[in-house]
């Protein structure tokens, strides 16, 4: 969301593109060494698609600076997320419905198909015999081509430098599915991919001169304790309502950005702003109680 709406509140977007990589590498490395203390990190995967990604970040932004020469940097990557959004606010959507309606014993089968269809795609993956092979021990995978293994760390950071993304929401279903390791590791494994990644984006935007520090920091400063709010949050609202008020919400991020797209800015801007506090209401009423004294309502002092 971050990039979009950074571009919707008056940076351009390769200047969107660039301060956003920023505010990712903090809150990744954070992340990835919790998760590699839990033991939930294949470092040498991790590092090995991380380093590959960079290329695919470099890729990205060259299309996105030759874009930005021909004044077309803008449309184009609010086109994509766009798409983006729109499809992923669906999945999200269609995730929750299917889970309402299922009863217990339709929810176990719906999962073991799933499981099934994951087997079938990782196992059409490792016979790809490409050499050179790679061993990677600590996610259980005997053996695998490294090609697959680059292909996919080139995907992550070509939509990460072209997007401004930290590649998470398509690296992990890549180790899941396609990789075939553990989702608790591919967790902890994503989080180091998207370090390097953002690292290395911050880097390169940096260094074309793409990155507003001021607004970067400001960012910072407010994740700190928007990220302190929302971990205690989680105590009280439910996963599942979580993800049906954040699909709601990139679905009118997506109709922000389209709005930005036809120049309609003003309109824009509010929308993405009021929506981003109804879906912080919502979340933080539930826990109003517990974060009031408890005499607050009841008018004693």
């Known amino acids: 969301m971050l990039t979009p709406a950074l571009n919707i509140l008056g940076l351009s977007m390769v200047y969107a593109i660039g301060t ?29 698609m991380g380093l590959f990604s960079s290329a695919g970040v470099e890729l990205g932004k060259r299309v996105v600076l030759y874009l930005e020469k021909l004044n077309l940097a803008g449309p184009y ?10 499809l992923i606010s669906i999945l999200m959507l269609k995730e929750y419905y299917g889970h309402r309606k299922r009863n217990q014993k339709g929810q176990q089968r719906g999962t073991a198909e799933m499981q099934q269809g994951n087997l079938t795609l990782t196992r059409y993956i490792y016979r790809i015999g490409l050499p050179p092979k790679i061993s990677l021990p600590h996610s259980g995978v005997g053996s695998i081509s490294l090609w697959v293994i680059i292909a996919s760390g080139i995907l992550i950071g070509f939509i990460s430098g072209f997007m401004g993304l930290g590649g998470g929401f398509i690296g992990l279903p890549l180790l899941i599915y396609v990789i075939g390791i553990p989702t608790i590791t591919a967790v902890g494994t994503s989080l180091v991919i998207v370090f390097i990644t953002s690292c290395y984006g911050t880097i390169v935007y940096a260094a074309a001169g793409r990155v507003e520090w001021f607004e970067a920091l400001i960012i910072l400063a407010g994740s700190l ?6 971990v205690y949050a989680t105590k009280y609202v439910t996963g599942m309502k979580i993800k049906v008020l ?5 679905f009118v991020v997506a109709v922000s950005v389209f709005l930005k797209q036809i ?34 309502f009841s008018g004693k002092t």
């Open 263 to 296: 120049n309609m800015v003003t309109m824009s801007s509010y929308l993405v702003i009021g929506s981003a506090c109804a879906l912080c209401l919502a979340i933080l009423l539930p826990m109003r109680k517990s974060l009031l004294p408890r005499n607050f």
């Open 225 to 230: 304790i928007g990220v302190q709010l929302g």
């Open 20 to 48: 956003g990589f920023i505010t990712l590498v903090g809150k990744t490395l954070f992340g990835a060494v919790k998760h590699h203390k839990l033991g939930n990190v294949d470092l040498k995967l991790g590092i090995t």
């Open 77 to 86: 990557v609010r086109v994509a997320y766009i798409i983006l959004l729109v």
């Open 246 to 250: 954040f699909a709601l919400l990139l």
